[in-house]
C-alpha cells in the first residue's frame, strides 16, 4: 500500500490494521494531520520510503516519536525542507539499505560521523544542501562508491 497525503488539511487517524503492511507514506507539505509517529512505524514491516518534507519538523520531534523498529527496511528518507539543527545519532542506526537520504533545506550546522555508520553501505545518495554546514570532513565518504553526496550551498 502507499499513503499519499500531500498538501492535505484534515485530520487523519491512523489504525493499526491500515498502517502496518504500508510500503511507502508521503505526508509532505500537510497541515492538520493528528497521528502518533511511533504508532505510525512501531508495526509497519514493509515501509521503504518515508516523505515528510516541509512539515517544520524539529530535531526534538525526531528524537521522540520517528524511532524505527529493527525490522523496517527504509530505502529512501526525505526530511528537506524542515526545522533540523541536528539528526539524533541513533537515527539510521537500522537501515543498512538506505538509498537516498535527503536533507537539505534545513538548519544542519555539521557533520557527524555517526549520520553515516551505514552498515556495508557503498551506494547511497545523500543530499545535504542548503543547509549550514560549515565544517565537514571528507574521510566521512571515503566509504562510498558510486554515490552522490550533495554539500553544496552551505553557507
Same mark, same amino acid.
Given at each position: 500500500?502507499?499513503?499519499?497525503?500531500?498538501?492535505?488539511?484534515?485530520?487523519?487517524?491512523?489504525?493499526?490494521?491500515?498502517?502496518?503492511?504500508?510500503?511507502?507514506?508521503?505526508?509532505?507539505?500537510?497541515?492538520?494531520?493528528?497521528?502518533?509517529?511511533?504508532?505510525?512505524?512501531?508495526?509497519?514491516?514493509?515501509?521503504?520510503?518515508?516523505?515528510?518534507?516541509?512539515?517544520?519538523?524539529?530535531?526534538?520531534?525526531?528524537?521522540?516519536?520517528?524511532?524505527?523498529?529493527?525490522?523496517? !527496511? %527504509?530505502?529512501?528518507?526525505?526530511? #528537506?525542507? /524542515?526545522? &533540523?539543527?541536528? @539528526?539524533? *545519532? =541513533?537515527? +539510521?542506526? $537500522?537501515?543498512? !539499505? %538506505?538509498?537516498?537520504?535527503?536533507? #537539505?533545506? /534545513?538548519? &544542519?550546522?555539521? @557533520?557527524? *560521523? =555517526?549520520? +553515516?555508520? $551505514?552498515?556495508?553501505? %557503498?551506494?547511497?545518495?545523500?543530499?545535504?544542501? /542548503?543547509?549550514?554546514?560549515?565544517?565537514?570532513?571528507?574521510?566521512?565518504?571515503?566509504?562510498?562508491?558510486?554515490?552522490?553526496?550533495?554539500?553544496?550551498? /552551505?553557507?
Amino acid at each position: 500500500k502507499t499513503l499519499i497525503l500531500r498538501y492535505s488539511t484534515f485530520n487523519f487517524n491512523f489504525s493499526n490494521n491500515f498502517h502496518s503492511d504500508l510500503k511507502e507514506i508521503d505526508l509532505s507539505f500537510s497541515k492538520w494531520i493528528s497521528f502518533d509517529m511511533k504508532l505510525v512505524f512501531q508495526d509497519s514491516k514493509y515501509l521503504t520510503h518515508i516523505h515528510l518534507v516541509g512539515l517544520n519538523l524539529t530535531t526534538h520531534f525526531l528524537q521522540t516519536y520517528f524511532t524505527f523498529n529493527i525490522y523496517i !527496511i %527504509l530505502r529512501q528518507i526525505d526530511l #528537506s525542507q /524542515n526545522l &533540523l539543527d541536528y @539528526i539524533p *545519532e =541513533s537515527m +539510521f542506526k $537500522f537501515n543498512p !539499505i %538506505l538509498e537516498n537520504l535527503n536533507l #537539505s533545506y /534545513n538548519f &544542519l550546522y555539521t @557533520i557527524s *560521523e =555517526s549520520y +553515516f555508520h $551505514f552498515k556495508s553501505r %557503498l551506494n547511497i545518495n545523500i543530499f545535504l544542501n /542548503n543547509n549550514r554546514i560549515k565544517l565537514y570532513r571528507y574521510k566521512h565518504f571515503l566509504n562510498f562508491d558510486q554515490s552522490v553526496i550533495n554539500l553544496a550551498n /552551505n553557507n
